[in-house]
C-alpha cells in the first residue's frame, strides 16, 4: 500500500517532489496526484492517530479501495441467472448495474472488475460460466474418428458400427448411439434422439461440412443439404456449419469425442454385441457413466450442470418427432400418374408432361409443381403397381367413365324420383350384361343436360302405366314427345294470351247502328 500518512506529512514539513518520491519510493505523479486530491478534499496536517494509510485510501480514493473494503454490491446469483435468457449478455446487465449505482448514489465497479468478479464466482461456485456459452443456445454435432462393432451371428463377421456424438458446449452433457451408417436417414435419426435425450431443442446446431448436413459452403454461399434444412426448421433451430479445416468452431464436441472414444469406446472394446440394439444399450450405459462422472476441479457432473443450469432454457419438443423425407424429380406420364418405387400416384391431368418434385417419406408421398403443392397420397406398400388415383385429378370424361358403377346408377334414379328408380331397377335385373346395363342408364342419366328431373319422372311413370317392360329408347322417345306436346300447349296458351291482351270488338255504335 502507498505511505500516504507519510507523503502528507513530508510535504508539511516542507520536503520537495523530488524528495518526497526518494523517501517513499513512489513517483512524483503519484505524489503529485496524493496531494492534490487530499487537499481537494481538505485532508491537512497534523493527522489524528486513527487516520492511517488504509483510512486515508479510503477517503482519497474510494473507487480504488472499494474491492478491498469487503463489500460486494454485485448479486452474482441474479447476473447468472440472467444471462441464461436469451439476448442478455455481461455488459447489458453491466451497464444496468451503472444505472441503478447512479440512482442509489453509489460507487459502481468498472466493466473489467465487473467481469472479473462474475468469473471468480462462476469458477468457484458454478459448473458453467455463462461468460463463454449460454444455456441452450448450441448443440454441436459429430461422428467420432473411432468405430465400434457388431457382430454378425451366422457368419462371425465383425460389422462397423460409428458413433454419434452430441454435446451442449454451456453443460458438456452429451449424447451418443451408434449406427451401421453415416448416410442422411442416420444422420437425421441420432438427432431426433438427441433432443430426446436432452428434453428440448437449441437455438443452433453446429455440425461439420459433411454431405448429410451441407451441400455446399464457401466464403460467399452456403447450401443446406433439403432434408437437413427441414429438419433444422421442423424444431426451429438454425445450422451453422463449422468453417472447413476450423475445429475450434465446435472445439466442445471435439474434446467430447476424443473423451467419448475413451470412455465408450474404448470401454466397450471387449464386449461382443450381436445386433446394434445390443450395442446402444451397452453404449447408453457408458454415455450415463461419462455425464454422472465429477467434474475435477469443480462441485457436480455434467448431468447435475445440464439439469440446474441449460435444461430450462431448452425450446419445447413438438409433439412428434421429425419424420425424414428425401426429394426426386419425374414426368408425369399421359395417364396422368408418376412412379415411385413400381406404385403409382395419380397428378392432376393439367400436369401431364411435365416435371415435377416429389418430397417422399415413409408415410407420405407430396407432388410440387414449381414449389407449390398440387397433389399429396398415402404412402403405397405391399404388391407392385398399386394405384392412388384421385377423383379431382381426372378428365371429365373419365370421370364419368369411372362414375358407371351399379350403385351410381341406384343413387342416381333415387335422387330423381320413385319411378325413375322403378325402371332403372329393372333394367338392371332384366339385363344379362351389368356393363351394358349400366352404360344404358347413364346414357338415360345424359338426358338432365336437356330436361329437368321433373321431366325425366314423369316420363318414366307414363312408361310404367304403359308397360311392364320399360326401355331407356322407350323412356328417351317419350321425354322428346312430352317435350314437342309441351312447346305446342306452350305456343298454343301463348296465342290465346296475345289475343286476349290486344284483341278489340267494334260495337254497333261504330257502324251507326243501335246497341241492342
Known amino acids: 500500500m502507498i505511505q500516504y500518512r507519510k507523503i502528507l506529512e513530508l510535504q508539511d514539513e516542507g520536503i520537495s517532489l523530488r524528495g518526497i518520491s526518494a523517501s517513499t519510493g513512489n513517483?512524483?505523479?503519484?505524489?503529485?496526484?496524493?496531494?492534490?486530491?487530499?487537499?481537494?478534499?481538505?485532508l491537512?496536517?497534523?493527522?489524528?492517530?486513527?487516520?492511517?494509510?488504509?483510512?486515508i485510501e479510503e477517503f482519497l480514493f474510494p473507487e480504488k479501495t472499494l474491492e478491498g473494503s469487503g463489500r460486494h454490491p454485485l448479486d452474482f446469483e441474479r447476473i447468472h441467472k440472467e444471462l441464461g435468457?436469451?439476448?442478455?449478455?455481461?455488459?447489458?446487465?453491466?451497464?444496468?448495474?451503472?444505472?441503478?449505482?447512479?440512482?442509489?448514489?453509489?460507487?459502481?465497479?468498472?466493466?473489467?472488475?465487473?467481469?472479473?468478479?462474475?468469473?471468480?464466482?462462476?469458477?468457484?461456485?458454478?459448473?458453467?460460466?455463462?461468460?463463454?456459452?449460454?444455456?441452450?443456445?448450441?448443440?454441436?454435432?459429430?461422428?467420432?474418428?473411432?468405430?465400434?462393432?457388431?457382430?454378425?451371428?451366422?457368419?462371425?463377421?465383425?460389422?462397423?458400427?460409428y458413433i454419434f456424438v452430441a454435446t451442449l458446449p454451456c453443460s458438456q452433457i452429451s449424447y451418443a448411439e451408434a449406427t451401421l451408417s453415416m448416410d442422411l436417414r442416420s444422420w437425421i435419426d441420432a438427432h431426433n434422439r438427441a433432443y430426446e435425450y436432452f428434453g428440448g431443442s437449441t437455438q443452433i446446431v453446429v455440425p461439420d461440412n459433411l454431405k448429410a448436413s451441407v451441400t455446399k459452403h464457401t466464403s460467399s454461399e452456403l447450401v443446406l443439404n433439403q432434408s437437413y434444412r427441414e429438419m433444422a426448421d421442423y424444431y426451429s433451430t438454425v445450422v451453422m456449419p463449422a468453417r472447413v479445416r476450423s475445429p475450434k468452431d465446435k472445439a466442445s464436441v471435439e474434446g467430447a469425442v476424443r473423451?467419448?472414444?475413451?470412455?465408450?469406446?474404448?470401454?466397450?472394446?471387449?464386449?461382443?454385441?450381436?445386433?446394434?440394439?445390443?450395442?446402444?444399450?451397452?453404449?447408453?450405459?457408458?454415455?450415463?457413466?461419462?455425464?454422472?462422472?465429477?467434474?475435477?476441479?469443480?462441485?457436480?457432473?455434467?448431468?447435475?450442470?445440464?439439469?440446474?443450469?441449460?435444461?430450462?432454457?431448452?425450446?419445447?419438443?413438438?409433439?412428434?418427432?421429425?419424420?425424414m423425407s428425401h426429394w426426386k424429380t419425374a414426368k408425369v406420364r399421359p395417364d396422368y400418374h408418376i412412379s415411385i418405387e413400381s406404385m403409382f400416384y395419380s397428378v392432376p391431368y393439367e400436369y401431364i408432361n411435365q416435371q415435377v418434385e416429389m418430397k417422399i417419406s415413409d408415410d407420405l408421398v407430396e407432388i410440387f409443381f414449381n414449389h407449390m403443392r398440387v397433389a399429396s397420397h398415402k404412402r403405397l406398400y405391399g404388391k407392385f403397381g398399386q394405384l392412388s388415383t384421385v377423383r379431382d385429378h381426372m378428365p371429365d370424361n373419365h370421370k364419368l367413365f369411372v362414375d358407371q358403377t351399379p350403385d351410381a346408377a341406384i343413387e342416381w334414379a333415387e335422387s330423381i324420383g320413385p319411378a325413375t328408380l322403378k325402371v332403372v331397377q329393372y333394367i338392371m335385373t332384366n339385363t344379362s350384361n351389368e356393363k351394358q346395363a349400366t352404360q344404358s342408364i347413364f346414357s338415360l342419366k345424359k338426358s338432365e343436360r336437356s330436361y329437368t328431373k321433373y321431366e325425366i319422372e314423369r316420363a318414366c311413370k307414363m312408361i310404367g302405366s304403359i308397360t311392364k317392360r320399360p326401355t331407356v329408347t322407350s323412356v328417351q322417345a317419350l321425354l322428346k314427345s312430352?317435350?314437342?306436346?309441351?312447346?305446342?300447349?306452350?305456343?298454343?296458351?301463348?296465342?290465346?294470351?296475345?289475343?286476349?291482351?290486344?284483341?278489340?270488338?267494334?260495337?254497333?255504335?261504330?257502324?251507326?247502328?243501335?246497341?241492342?
Open 27 to 42: 513517483s512524483r505523479q503519484k505524489v503529485t496526484e496524493v496531494l492534490t486530491t487530499a487537499d481537494q478534499k481538505g
Open 44 to 55: 491537512i496536517c497534523p493527522l489524528e492517530e486513527e487516520m492511517t494509510d488504509q483510512w
Open 85 to 161: 435468457k436469451p439476448n442478455v449478455t455481461l455488459s447489458l446487465l453491466h451497464h444496468e448495474y451503472e444505472a441503478e449505482c447512479r440512482t442509489n448514489k453509489k460507487i459502481p465497479y468498472s466493466y473489467r472488475s465487473f467481469l472479473r468478479h462474475y468469473s471468480k464466482y462462476a469458477n468457484k461456485h458454478k459448473a458453467t460460466l455463462r461468460i463463454r456459452r449460454k444455456p441452450g443456445e448450441i448443440m454441436e454435432v459429430d461422428w467420432a474418428g473411432s468405430t465400434s462393432s457388431v457382430i454378425d451371428r451366422d457368419t462371425g463377421e465383425r460389422i462397423k458400427a
Open 259 to 323: 473423451v467419448i472414444s475413451t470412455w465408450i469406446i474404448g470401454a466397450l472394446r471387449n464386449e461382443r454385441c450381436f445386433s446394434l440394439e445390443e450395442l446402444n444399450k451397452e453404449v447408453w450405459k457408458k454415455l450415463e457413466e461419462f455425464n454422472h462422472r465429477p467434474f475435477t476441479r469443480k462441485e457436480g457432473c455434467r448431468m447435475s450442470a445440464f439439469n440446474e443450469e441449460e435444461k430450462f432454457a431448452l425450446s419445447p419438443l413438438p409433439a412428434m418427432p421429425f419424420k
Open 482 to 516: 312430352n317435350k314437342k306436346n309441351d312447346l305446342e300447349q306452350e305456343l298454343e296458351r301463348a296465342i290465346e294470351t296475345i289475343e286476349n291482351n290486344h284483341s278489340f270488338t267494334r260495337g254497333a255504335s261504330y257502324y251507326g247502328g243501335t246497341k241492342k
